[in-house]
């Protein structure tokens, strides 16, 4: 109830304040299960990507907006749905609650890179989006979005206005129809996540670095290759890592 409230009154708002253009609405599903899975510039992507869609997003966020009362009644209220970063079994019922959200009929809005880069490049994304999309057998829409970072940058609480935002939705993807329900295999978890990148990457005009994202980490200097493309299709990318904990439990973090 809350979060159809919120999407009443936010819209006229927020349509208002920013030029938002959408392209691509129509490959989202109407109806039944899908993962909306985007490149994460900023906090109030999950605004903006709610705002357009034309349905229910429900995101999973890092379980530390819950451990607040000030946040943990407003992000359950909306139905988010918390991320253990830890790994384990906190973050296989994450995992777990996500597949109940799809296999009702839901649409999950997730972030494979795990958490916003420190520069503007798309990152090496994270396989928790192939083992949903395999176990569940839910369509996977690549979303590109622009001009977040521009509004609101790192560490900025406040969103600055009239700024132009673009969100692209691109056609849908069945994992399971290429792949199966290998879940067991991370080899192909790897394949279908490096595909699903590339898909972003196209929608988002970003240069893909294949390089988990983090904050703590300083950006590459140029030149050094580690921000060049690794298509899968064309290339192997680095595998360093390959079948980590890290890298099969985590899903997302809307940080």
Same mark, same amino acid.
């Given at each position: !109830?809350? *979060?159809?409230?919120?999407?009443?009154?936010?819209?006229?708002? !927020?349509?208002?304040?920013?030029?938002?253009?959408?392209?691509?609405?129509?490959?989202?599903?109407?109806?039944?299960?899908? /993962?909306?899975?985007?490149? &994460?510039?900023?906090?109030?992507?999950?605004?903006? /990507?709610?705002?357009?869609?034309?349905?229910?997003?429900?995101?999973?966020?890092?379980?530390? *907006?819950?451990?607040?009362?000030?946040?943990?009644?407003?992000?359950?209220?909306?139905?988010? /749905?918390? !991320? *253990?970063?830890?790994?384990?079994?906190?973050?296989?019922?994450?995992l777990g609650e996500a597949e109940r959200v799809l296999r009702a009929g839901g649409c999950i809005g997730i972030y494979p890179e795990g958490t916003r880069p420190p520069?503007?490049?798309?990152?090496?994304?994270?396989?928790?989006?192939?083992?949903?999309?395999?176990?569940?057998?839910?369509?996977v829409v690549p979303v590109g979005i622009r001009g977040t970072r521009e509004i609101q940058p790192i560490g900025a609480r406040m969103m600055k206005p009239f700024k132009?935002?673009?969100?692209?939705?691109?056609?849908?993807?069945?994992?399971?129809?290429? *792949?199966? &329900?290998?879940?067991?295999?991370?080899?192909?978890?790897?394949?279908?996540?490096?595909?699903? !990148?590339?898909? /972003?990457?196209?929608?988002?005009?970003?240069?893909?670095?294949?390089?988990?994202?983090?904050?703590?980490?300083?950006?590459?200097?140029?030149?050094?290759?580690?921000?060049?493309?690794?298509?899968?299709?064309?290339?192997?990318?680095?595998?360093?890592?390959?079948?980590?904990?890290?890298?099969?439990?985590?899903?997302?973090?809307?940080?």
């Amino acid at each position: !109830m809350l *979060y159809g409230a919120l999407k009443l009154v936010l819209s006229p708002l !927020m349509r208002a304040l920013y030029s938002v253009r959408v392209d691509g609405l129509e490959n989202v599903p109407t109806s039944g299960p899908v /993962i909306l899975a985007s490149n &994460h510039q900023a906090f109030c992507d999950s605004l903006f /990507i709610p705002l357009v869609a034309s349905r229910r997003v429900t995101f999973v966020a890092k379980a530390e *907006y819950f451990e607040s009362w000030k946040t943990n009644w407003f992000f359950r209220a909306v139905g988010q /749905i918390p !991320m *253990y970063r830890e790994g384990g079994d906190a973050a296989r019922r994450s995992l777990g609650e996500a597949e109940r959200v799809l296999r009702a009929g839901g649409c999950i809005g997730i972030y494979p890179e795990g958490t916003r880069p420190p520069d503007e490049r798309l990152h090496r994304g994270r396989t928790g989006v192939a083992r949903l999309a395999l176990a569940t057998g839910a369509p996977v829409v690549p979303v590109g979005i622009r001009g977040t970072r521009e509004i609101q940058p790192i560490g900025a609480r406040m969103m600055k206005p009239f700024k132009p935002v673009e969100v692209r939705f691109g056609v849908p993807a069945r994992l399971g129809d290429r *792949y199966g &329900h290998r879940l067991d295999d991370p080899l192909v978890l790897r394949q279908a996540t490096d595909d699903l !990148m590339w898909e /972003i990457g196209q929608l988002s005009g970003q240069q893909y670095v294949d390089r988990y994202a983090s904050r703590r980490s300083q950006p590459t200097e140029p030149g050094s290759g580690a921000g060049q493309r690794s298509d899968p299709a064309r290339g192997t990318p680095d595998r360093s890592g390959e079948g980590s904990a890290e890298d099969r439990e985590v899903l997302a973090d809307s940080a």
